[in-house]
Each structure stands twice: as structure tokens, then as C-alpha cells.
């Protein structure tokens, strides 16, 4: 049965605004959510060997600090120590600065808010969080550990605490066993942060809970455990709490079978591990190794961690997205560009004119069939007014244009089918990069990862009247939008498009100059500098194809 004119009409108009759709669908999903993993609905729980450990629970609060404190003295970090187990109550990342500001403080990490520790529970007196224990030792460094001992005669514990030249800490637990009977005992890995000092959520980069657990990722929101803790259990495996550019990751023994918990008790949100109870016979010991990750989302340390320690995943503690395949390798490449070239400006245009001249023959064909498009567009004209009153025909005649000049009306599409998720890619790398962080370009860019600070509502500052958020629009993005605009003015008519669906093409450059006006100018800037690229391009291909 044919179709009416109306029909093939309404029919076009659905599959135009189902494109338009897809591309924002696509953009607002990867822009606000992120690859989710199913919550087991029931957790096994941990079987303990007779005789059975107490059920203690984790206190719902903060730990108190104790009296005392050992001084952290690294090249990436300073902080404290506390006496009681070896407490991380305080640390401050010596390489990174709060803001661009020449004063700005260094960026603290781990506070009285925001604390991780390592606590023993079992049939037997242990040391709580709040446990002073005997330490050999005033300061922490690379060359010098520090060792914690506690004894109340029944139970001795020894911990041996190192940290290396970066951010890892290591944890050597010894316990012994001197009561003269069968105890039972397991390890707590323990994260606890105020809910008051979780920093802004909105972002593309995942922020909260983090874990590799069955060699499978989680990552939950910090408003998801509201709702209940969530468990997961697993032989290894690793969990934490992430912010975009910082993270502090328990990593227990990965031969160990532990389970996972997530849960918010009061005003505090715990990221904590739990170790399989075991016996320890009478005049018996065991030891147990815990690493500690706190610091900055450097892929190439913690790549290195992931091997030497054989920590599954770990990569995955920065958030990739769903096109990892490709973000990570860009990530690569993009940082080795910055170390060959020095500024991470200059970094992403010679990063998307390689990207540019990779895509050239796939871009060259597509352009040679938009040349031809164009060059057809008097004749498709007059097709469109011969047959104005017959949608069928007109549908004919232009098909037979199209096979009588060799033009694929479809041949532009395929560069913005690959573009796309190369788009994403790139969107994602520069958003996880922390090289992207407070670098700077030329002239007013000091930051390559906030915003283009400089505003034409305001006269560029001069008027400092309030003025709303998507109204702040700097230079980079009015040029992004620009450079659009000349693209779709070098572009053909799109084939059958009505007056509605040329001004809703019209407009893109606006809607996208206003949409992406506060994302980071990195971005912007590579976009802008790919526009520029494909117009020169075009424009060469057009002139050769007459």
C-alpha cells in the first residue's frame, strides 16, 4: 500500500526531530548518569568458625581524636597520624592548590570530617577507635615506618605502617594470640566522612561511592544509601569514596574473602570492608596486610599500583565512562602531548588536528558527497517546485538525481556517526584529566577546566552587574558558536527539509553556544579548533570539486 503525501511528509518531519532527540538524549545521558552495576537484592553474610565474634557495629560517629599524633612528611603529602591504631585524621596534598589564587591553601584531603582507619573486632577485648596503643616513632616519611603496638596481656597487636613517595599507605597487622585458648577475630577497613563535608555531587565525573567487588565495578551516589546500606561480598577487590580529581580507597588483602558494605548511620556516610572471622589457636598469630589510597587521581600511579600490587581494576577508580576503550587511550596520549609541548592548551589542538588528519579519509569522502549535494541544489529546487503537489513523485525524481549524479544524500552522516562517541571520549578526558586542572592557556584562560571566565553581558567584567548562570558566555563559546554557524552555512540543504526544519537547523549554532557556554573552555576550545579544521577542509574539497 503507498503512502500519501501527508503521510511521507509527517514521516520525514518524525525522523528529523528523532535525530535531533537522539543527539541530546545521548548527550544529557552520558552528561548525567553514568554505567550502573545491579545491587545483589541479598548478601550472603559472613560465616564465622566457632567461636563466634560479638556482633560490635562500627560507631555511628566520627571517631575522637586521640591525645597524640605522628607527624606524615612525604613529598605528596603532609599530615598526622593519629596514636590511636594509626588513624589517618589529617592530610593535605602538597602538589595542588584550593584555586589559582597565589595564596590559595593546599588542597585537604582527609580531616577531623573525613577519616580512615583499620579496627579489630573479636570474642576478645581489642583496641576501639578511640585506643590510645604504644608507637615507635614521631614522623612518617618514605625512608622511616612507623610501628603501633598494644598489649592487655590476653592479645597483642603490632601494626607497621608505611607510606611511599606518593599516596599509598601500607598496614602490617600482627596479631597474637596469649590468652591460652581459641579466639576469633576479623579486620574492619573503615571510611567515615561527615555528610556536611561531601562536596558538590553535580557533575559528569562520578562522585561517591566507588568498588571493585567479583571483579565487577560499583559505584553508588552518596544519597542511595540513605535508603539502606549496600552490601557486596567478594574474594579481594577494593572500596573507597571518590571525589572528580581526589580519593581515599581501602584495598584489603586480595586473597582474603571480605565484604563490602556502603551505609549512612546518623550524619555520617561509611565506606567499609570486613574480613572472613578466623580461629586464631592459643600462642597462635596471624598477620594481615591493608593499603590505604589517598590522593589524587593520577593514572599513571595508580595504573602502576594496579600492577605491582595486583589491586583488580583499579583504573576504574577514575571514571571513564561508557566509552572506555577510547577515553582511556586518549587520556594517554593527551597527557603525553602535554609533556612533549608544556601547556595543556596547545596540547588539545595538536590532539584534535591529529584527530582531525586520522579521520581524513572518512571526512574527505563525506565532504565530496556535500560538495555534490550542493552543487545539485538548484536542480533539487526545481524537482521541489515541479512537484510540489506530489510528494511520491518528488521522492522519485530525486532519488533519480541522486543515482544519475553519484550523490549519497547520506554520505555527510557518517564522520557525525564517528564523531560522536569520539566526542564523548574526549568530553570524558577532559573532564577526568587532572593535568586539565587549574592549567592554563593565553591571556584570560587560567583555567582550563572551569568555564571561560570572561562574559560579553558584562562588557568582560567592566559592568559587574548579577546576570544569570547560562547568560555568563565568554569568547570561546560565541567563537565555538560562530565557527557552527559558518560550518552549516558551507553545508547543503538538507533534501526535502520544510521552512520549520531549516530554522530549527538554524538555531543549533545558537542552542549550542548557550548550552555549552559553562562547560569547561578545555573543551570548547577543542571543539572551536575542529570546526576551524573542518571548515578549512571543506572549503578546499568544495573549491576542488567545483
Given amino acids: 500500500m503507498q503512502q500519501t503525501p501527508k503521510q511521507i511528509k509527517s514521516e520525514e518531519r518524525s525522523m528529523m526531530g528523532a535525530m535531533i532527540l537522539v543527539l541530546i538524549v545521548l548527550f544529557c545521558f552520558q552528561y548525567f548518569s553514568r554505567p550502573s552495576t545491579p545491587v545483589p537484592e541479598t548478601t550472603e553474610p559472613v560465616v564465622v568458625t566457632e ?59 582527609l580531616s577531623d570530617q573525613y577519616e580512615a582507619y583499620l579496627l579489630w573486632q573479636g570474642n576478645v577485648e581489642l ?61 574492619n577497613g573503615v571510611i567515615a566522612r561527615a555528610v556536611d563535608n561531601v562536596p558538590d555531587t553535580r557533575s559528569s565525573v562520578h562522585t561517591g561511592f566507588v568498588a571493585v567487588a567479583d571483579d565487577r565495578l560499583r559505584e553508588e551516589a552518596y544519597d542511595k544509601v540513605e535508603k539502606g546500606p549496600i552490601a557486596y561480598s567478594s574474594v579481594g577487590g577494593w572500596t573507597g569514596m571518590t571525589d572528580k580529581y581526589w580519593q581515599t580507597i581501602l ?77 582511556k587511550p586518549f587520556l594517554y596520549f593527551l597527557q603525553w602531548l602535554y609533556a612533549l609541548v608544556g601547556n595543556m592548551g596547545i596540547a588539545i589542538l595538536v590532539f584534535a588536528t591529529l584527530l582531525r588528519l586520522a579521520l581524513l579519509p572518512v571526512a574527505t569522502k563525506s565532504y565530496i558527497s556535500m560538495a555534490k549535494m550542493k552543487k545539485i541544489q538548484p536542480q533539487m529546487k526545481l524537482l521541489q517546485e515541479r512537484y510540489k503537489d506530489d510528494r511520491m513523485r518528488l521522492q522519485q525524481e530525486m532519488m533519480a538525481l541522486y543515482k544519475r549524479e553519484k550523490v549519497n544524500p547520506a554520505g555527510g552522516c557518517l564522520p557525525m556517526l564517528i564523531q560522536i562517541p569520539v566526542f564523548f571520549a574526549l568530553y570524558k578526558v577532559l573532564s577526568v584529566s587532572l593535568q586539565m586542572r587549574q592549567a592554563p592557556f593565553f591571556g584570560w584562560i587560567k583555567d582550563l577546566s572551569a568555564p571561560d571566565p570572561s562574559s560579553v553581558f ?89
Fill in 127 to 187: 583496641p576501639t577507635e578511640d585506643t590510645p596503643w604504644h608507637v615507635q616513632g614521631s614522623t612518617l616519611t618514605p625512608e622511616n615506618p612507623i610501628v603501633m603496638t598494644w598489649n592487655n596481656g590476653a592479645v597483642a597487636l603490632t601494626r607497621t605502617i608505611r607510606v611511599d613517595e606518593h599516596y599509598m599507605f601500607t598496614f602490617e597487622d600482627m596479631l597474637e594470640n596469649k590468652s591460652g585458648k581459641d579466639i576469633s577475630v576479623l579486620l
Fill in 51 to 109: 567461636p563466634e565474634v560479638p556482633q560490635k557495629q562500627i560507631t555511628s560517629q566520627l571517631p575522637k581524636h586521640a591525645s597524640s599524633a605522628v607527624k606524615i612528611d612525604t613529598p605528596a603529602l603532609s599530615g598526622q597520624l593519629s596514636s590511636a591504631g594509626g588513624m589517618l585524621t589529617s592530610l593535605t596534598l602538597n602538589k595542588y592548590k584550593e584555586t589559582i589564587a597565589e595564596d590559595s591553601p593546599d588542597v585537604e584531603l
Fill in 458 to 546: 558584562t562588557l568582560f567584567g567592566l559592568v559587574p552587574w548579577p546576570i544569570p548562570s547560562f547568560l555568563n558566555l565568554g569568547v570561546m563559546p560565541i567563537l565555538m558558536g560562530l565557527t557552527m554557524y559558518i560550518q552549516q552555512r558551507m553545508s547543503p540543504q538538507p533534501a526535502g527539509a520544510d521552512k520549520a526544519q531549516m530554522n530549527m537547523f538554524k538555531y543549533m549554532p545558537i542552542i549550542f553556544t548557550f548550552m555549552m557556554g559553562q562547560f569547561a573552555v578545555g573543551l570548547i576550545i577543542y571543539w572551536t579548533w575542529s570546526n576551524i579544521l573542518s571548515i578549512a577542509q571543506q572549503k578546499y574539497i568544495m573549491k576542488k570539486v567545483g
Fill in 251 to 327: 584495598i584489603p588483602d586480595q586473597r582474603a574473602q571480605v565484604e563490602f558494605m556502603n551505609k549512612q548511620e546518623q550524619n555520617v556516610y561509611f565506606s567499609t570492608f570486613e574480613t572472613k572471622a578466623e580461629v586464631v589457636p592459643a600462642h597462635g598469630k596471624i598477620v594481615k596486610t591493608t593499603h590505604i589510597f589517598a590522593g589524587a587521581k593520577n593514572l599513571n600511579l595508580i595504573n602502576g599500583y594496579q600492577k605491582e600490587l595486583n589491586i583488580p581494576k583499579f583504573d576504574l577508580t577514575i571514571d571513564f565512562g561508557w566509552f572506555y576503550f577510547l577515553t
